[in-house]
């Protein structure tokens, strides 16, 4: 025991020695061999390090001593033949090569020292990529498969693979690193299976067959663009149907029948799209008695279920299942049956079921005999309070607390004579690391108690009563379920913040955003909706303090990005918000609204060749969003550089942006291209439905025509016959509002 106590405190002094922070200069240089203890002594871990980066020779140890890993590092980074040991078994299971960090080589061994397999790697763009051989080894030392990869792809060539008694499994063709040709499968016995054709890697047009080991057809299927197209077949060995599915596009569409042997039907069912159609359905034993019988509408399950069933050790059907649906869920009563052979159907559970959730109540549950089995009460369709669960001879099997649904609390399980044989503990459906389990006489077995900072003393003992083995393990699961619990509160915040936001009040939105962070100070989605609220307040310059905040937090977040940028816009700074775009793509390239917010940056900037293609760009990865045809509407409409300005055009996507989503914006932007356009007439009648869309626009249009020299009123956003002959007069000189 003093041995122990000395290596722990040996590894606790380590620790303070290369953990605490310097205030004075630089943090302490780091030189030599660094040890690590299990909380049993045992050495764990023995680094080397040299100028504060490892440098030299690497062990890891399991607790019982043996070794785990080894390797070296150079300058901070994995070098040279790294091994890994198996836990169990304790043979070299791993051998990996490295350059500079890199991973170049990896092989496999099992516990006969045999090789499975290895795969060589190079680095493409910083990325691991395989290239060269890549071969597998069956367990009996036999060849499986051998491969070739360039850079991430297969080279072109022959591929084949063997079973582990050296039979050819299959043959198979690449071309530009896909599959192309002939593929030839064959059967363990060395009897052809399937034979495919490939064009580009998807399986060619056209009928194909699988037979089987013994040679007769089994399968017919076919294929259409490399997915299962029309009718497939599955055959019995006497060459009878067994069954006939439709496929379409590789979703079952049309008839699914199967067949017993004497070729009457056991289901026939019909599916529409994957999901079966509307309609009533039975299916059937092979003896031809009713199996089940149930109704579906509007795709969903609807009216009554009816399961039926073999008697136990008997040959008489019953019925099993009783269910109510309604519009795919459980409604009603829903109950089920059981019977012997010789005695009557008894009812095993019995539930009532609310548009798919058990009304609240207490249900119990009964075994084979007609013994209680299960007691339990369900609240808002969940169990609620104490489950009870028995043996069949009436005794307490086990009780567990619920808690909305969720174990909490101790579950206790017991023997058949009433003695408690385990405990386990739950907190909210998270089960903790503490347990007690008992001998058939009642003694403690094992013991797993928590002493505090995340530190468990687990203790076993004999028959007798002898403590056999003690020992101290680290388990953060009670951090964790702390961590959770302040997320959860803190997304009640947010929540909360995300409706007075929709409402605009930004003052209880913040408010609300102040008391998530004080919870979980580190929340950078917490920062991002700060952001978007002051953003929304045109408080610009705090919003971009929060989006930094975010981004400071989690370095990927591309929506804080995005929306950074969408302040530095609002500010008139294009160029930083356009670097913020620019990330924004680099960590999702794929996300249509930062291509439409930087094409819109581009274009106040003047950069119209930018722009069109940003905006291309995010109509092809979203081709329903509509502000993108409204932003290459507009600046085809008014560009300043008169060279990019189109009418039809502006008026093409103008018009298809409104067919998308209709608002004064865009009505807008429409006036604007039939302007450029030249259809006068079309453009004044459509800047008045701009005004009784919404009036705000009233006081713009006002402002733009003084600056056009159109009008001379007030611009105090009441429309008068003077502001539609203002807009009648600028619109005939070609000028836009």
Sequence with gaps: MRNKITAILIAITLTI???????????????????KYHFSGQLEEVTTYSNSKKHGPYKHYYSGGKILTEGQYINGKRDGIWKIYDSSDYYLELERSYQNGNLTWEKKYNSRAILIWENHYTQVNGKRKRHGLRKFWHHNGKVQFEEKYNNGKMVDGTYKRYRDNGVLASVKTYKNGTLEGEAVFYHKNAKLKKKLIYKKGKIADGLFKEFTKKGSLGREINYKNGKKDGPYKQYYSDGTIHELITYKNDIMHGKNIRYKKNGNPIYDYVYENGKLADGSYKEYFSNGELKKEFTYKGRELD????????????????????????????????????????????????????????????????????????????????????????????????????????????????????????????????????????????????????????????????????????????????????????????????NKALNLRKKKDYTGALSEIDKALAIKPGYSWAYSIQGLCYDENNQLDKAVLSFSRAIELSPKFQGAYNNRGNAYKKQGNYDQAIKDYNKTIELKPDYAFAYNNRGVSYEKQGNYDQAIKDYNKTIELKPDYADAYNSLGWLYATAKDTNYRNGPKAVQFASKSISMKENAGSIDTLAAAYTEDRQYSKAIETYKRVMEKNNAFIKSYQKSLKEKGCYSGPTDGNRTSEIDKAIEACVMQGKYL
Excluded at 22 to 33: I, L, M, R, S, T
Excluded at 327 to 332: A, E, F, I, S, W
């Design 17 to 35: 020695c290369y953990a605490l922070p310097v205030f004075a200069g630089q943090a302490p240089v780091q030189n030599g061999e660094h040890k």
């Design 303 to 494: 009216g009554q279920y009816k399961e039926y069933s073999k008697e136990h050790m008997g040959k008489e059907i019953y019925l099993k299942k009783f269910y109510h649906y309604l519009n795919g869920k459980q409604h009603g009563e829903n109950t089920e049956y059981y019977k012997k052979k010789g005695k009557d159907t008894i009812v095993l559970r019995k539930y009532i079921y609310e548009k798919g959730k058990i009304v609240d109540g207490r249900y119990t549950e009964y075994g084979a005999d007609g013994q209680l089995a299960m007691e339990v009460t369900y609240k808002n369709g969940v169990k609620q309070g104490q489950e009870k669960k028995y043996w069949y001879n009436g005794s307490v099997y086990r009780i567990v607390t619920y808690i909305n649904g969720k174990r909490h609390g101790e579950e206790t399980t017991y023997s058949k004579k009433g003695v408690i044989k385990k405990v386990i503990y739950f907190h909210h459906g998270t089960q903790l690391p503490e347990y007690k389990s008992y001998h058939a006489s009642g003694s403690p077995l094992r013991i797993v108690a928590y002493e505090g900072n995340h530190v468990y003393v687990e203790k076993k003992y004999n028959k007798t009563g002898k403590l056999t083995y003690e020992e101290k393990k680290t388990n953060t699961i009670r951090k964790k379920i702390e961590v959770k619990e302040k997320t959860a509160k803190a997304k009640s915040y947010i």
